[in-house]
DNA sequence: GCAGGCCAATTGTGATCACAGTTTCGCAGG
DNA sequence: CCTGCGAAACTGTGATCACAATTGGCCTGC
């Protein structure tokens, strides 16, 4: 398995462990790595190019926003598995976090800021017309989190990013079982609809009703057993 | 600076770096460390008497907690400073997350629980009188998260624990400026009423009267400030 | 007396190595 | 053919070193 994703560049400037943080986040946001599987230090330094070090900082980081599992027993590393107890705090959490995010950001709001969305908006769309699971999680997660920088709170974003770091495998697996049947896209309209129209509160019940929706289409396929992943 | 707390033992079975977490983690939630204030990797290890390298994971991973702050332009470290505008995304995550805790635990609860946490409160009241602020900041955590932790709810709770985390310094300010003014030990008392009487929304909004009252408090003294700590 | 520049100390980062614990795989014995 | 055992490979952990960047203080020159 590979990690690294489409290099962008420009994250040169950045320091090693920086870079492989991302390189981890993004991999994981979008659901390109296997819950229950087993990752390593040294497996990972080499897929990446590294030295062991810089990943051990990036796994710590990613182990303490609850990203990657460490078993207490042997201290081994691995993506955390799929639970539905683990899914429901997840769902409740973002419902509880995100909304308010989205009304912050609402509230300031301002034209670059939906001409921004718009466009990603419009790539969500592309990728759920061409069945392009990767881009369409990646496009989400940009659409999302463009709205939620625009709220101005440090705080309930890093919050809001812990959550998603998290629920990024569930929504691959979901995804890449049931194929990506056409229903994400109607609340992100209705959540510009409401940017348009200066309306904090509409914004907030459209970002409520997405993510209502995204944690039911999760929710009904099941995805309570254990998932070994590796198995095929 | 001393930050080594009480060594407590027992945790000599734990990973170098765990102990070192924990040491860190515990000077920051009782507000030992002042805010604003820049720490070293290799002087947090000279003051613990192990080497740089454990110091730089535990530290990594209270960064990713936001309860160590990265200068991103000299990657030196600090405690994060206060500002009112943190606190309020703070006392709004709280509010949202921790009585949630306090309803899931009020529903599963048990005699051993509530005579643990009688015993627990009764420490927060004893440390009050005795106006023991170090006392009382750990007492009052380990009310909160006894109880907490009986909600069974892995995700939610890391949320609160990264919280609290970020709001210790604060408490420490205002209680050490203010003093242990008798206010807190009320809504434990109601939290713990309800508990008897297995009333789970009562345990809710005990708790969550108990988050507003402090959060108050903190607002009250105004900790707006840039509180560049270190003056007197 | 004060400003500016130079040098030493300190900083985080990353690499490399040693080590102890665990896992894994193959081979020998039944 | 199956079961056990032992060695080899792999795991995370911690120490030590080198390095570039930044900081802080002292001294010189005005």
Redesign the interface.
């Known amino acids: 398995m590979t990690i690294s994703g489409t290099e962008t560049g420009a994250t040169s400037r950045l ?1 090693v462990h920086d870079r492989v943080y991302a390189s981890l986040r993004d991999a994981l946001i979008t659901g390109r790595i296997a819950p229950g599987l087993g990752v390593s230090l040294r497996s990972l330094a080499a897929d990446l190019g590294v030295s062991p070090m810089p990943v ?2 990036a796994v ?7 990203a990657l599992a460490i078993n207490p027993a042997n ?1 081994r590393l691995s993506v955390p598995s799929l639970t539905a107890d ?1 899914l429901e ?2 769902a ?2 973002r419902s ?2 995100e909304p ?1 995010l989205a009304q912050r950001a609402a509230e300031q709001t301002d034209a670059v800021l939906i001409s921004r969305l718009r466009r990603l908006d419009a790539t969500v769309d592309l990728a759920l017309a061409e069945g392009d699971v990767g881009r369409y999680m990646a496009a989400n997660h940009a659409f999302h989190f463009t709205l939620y920088r625009h709220g101005r ?4 974003l ?2 809001a990013d ?1 959550l998603w770091l ?1 629920i990024g495998p569930f929504m691959r697996v979901v995804f890449g079982r049931i194929g990506t049947l056409g229903l994400a896209a109607d609340h992100h309209m209705a959540a510009l609809e409401g940017l348009q129209q200066r309306d904090p509160m509409a914004v907030r019940r459209a970002i409520a009703a997405d993510i209502a929706m995204g944690m039911d289409a999760l929710r009904a396929d099941g995805v309570s057993q254990p998932t070994d992943a590796a198995e095929d």
Chains 1, 2 share one sequence.
């Open positions: 320091a051990r900082d710590r980081r990613l182990a303490a926003e609850r201290k683990r705090q997840l409740l959490a509880l976090i308010e709170a440090e705080v309930l890093t919050l812990s998290q």
